[in-house]
């Protein structure tokens, strides 16, 4: 049976993608920490990131990076985090956010985000990645 991020890329069911390859795609998370908070998912469901090939987990990151980047432009962020834990979803992903403030870093602070605030998050992060 497929997960629910997979349903994702795949289109299945709805999401806002800003990155997609043959390797990993990534899309916002609909509970954010922070505007912008991007999930980077490999097409692969493999449960947990120590498990992963190691091209692909390197692709993953670098993907991670490179969103990491545009983050930065578009939100002038200070720094950009990432979390890799996994309790969520059984299928590897790396929480990718803007953020100014450590206490952006406590997955239990995520809360909702307005579908059109998402649409205008995908949007500048896609612009800023075409760049």
Excluded at 101 to 113: E, N, S, V, Y
Aim: proline share 7%.
């Amino acid at each position: 049976m497929s997960t629910i991020f997979t349903k994702i890329i795949e289109g299945e069911i709805p999401g806002h993608i800003v990155w997609s390859d043959e390797v990993c795609a990534a899309f916002l998370d609909i509970e954010p920490l922070t505007p912008g908070h991007v999930l980077v998912v490999p097409r692969d469901e493999t449960d947990h990131w120590v498990d992963l090939p190691t091209g692909t987990l390197d692709h993953v990151m670098n993907v991670a990076a490179t969103i990491g980047r545009a983050q930065q432009q578009v939100y002038g962020a200070e720094r950009v985090g990432i979390i890799v834990q996994g309790f969520e979803v059984p299928h590897a992903h790396v929480h990718v956010f803007p953020t100014s403030d450590p206490g952006d870093f406590d997955l239990t602070r995520k809360g909702p985000r307005d579908e059109e605030d998402l649409a205008a998050d995908a949007a500048a992060l896609r612009e800023a990645l075409e760049r």
